[in-house]
């Protein structure tokens, strides 16, 4: 699997919107179940939603429920983070991440590789 590379972070005003897109190349994309977490300042790094390989099943974290949403795109060999309503403890940066499971996982030992990271920051 070749390398995650994450887009679309910046800063935005809270009660705003981001959409964030990892891309990866290779043949096999749509094999693996796809995962957004997030790291805080000061704060461990945590799940925040996970997609499954045919974008069937998806499963969130519920500081995000109702507000994030997970999508892909196989065909573009890309997975999306829709965010709305962000507020000002969403602010983190988020990385993506790959997974041989045929589930959503949220456990980090599940997912075999990562993207770089990309900013998001969200203004009161």
């Known amino acids: 699997q070749a390398p995650l590379v994450e887009s679309g972070g910046g800063l935005v005003q809270a009660g705003g919107s981001l959409r964030l897109s990892c891309a990866a190349s290779?043949?096999?994309?749509?094999?693996?179940?796809m995962g957004w977490f997030r790291r805080a300042p000061g704060k461990e790094r945590e799940f925040v939603t996970a997609?499954?390989?045919?974008?069937?099943?998806?499963d969130y974290a519920d500081p995000v429920k109702g507000r994030f949403t997970i999508s892909r795109d196989n065909a573009k060999n890309t997975v999306y983070l829709q965010m709305n309503s962000l507020k000002p403890e969403d602010t983190a940066v988020y990385y993506c991440?790959?997974?041989?499971?045929?589930?959503?996982?949220?456990?980090?030992?599940?997912?075999?590789?990562w993207g770089q990271g990309t900013q998001v920051t969200v203004s009161s």
């Open positions: 290779g043949r096999t994309f749509s094999s693996y179940a």
């Open positions: 991440a790959a997974s041989h499971a045929a589930w959503t996982q949220q456990r980090e030992s599940w997912y075999a590789y």
């Open positions: 997609i499954t390989g045919s974008g069937g099943g998806t």
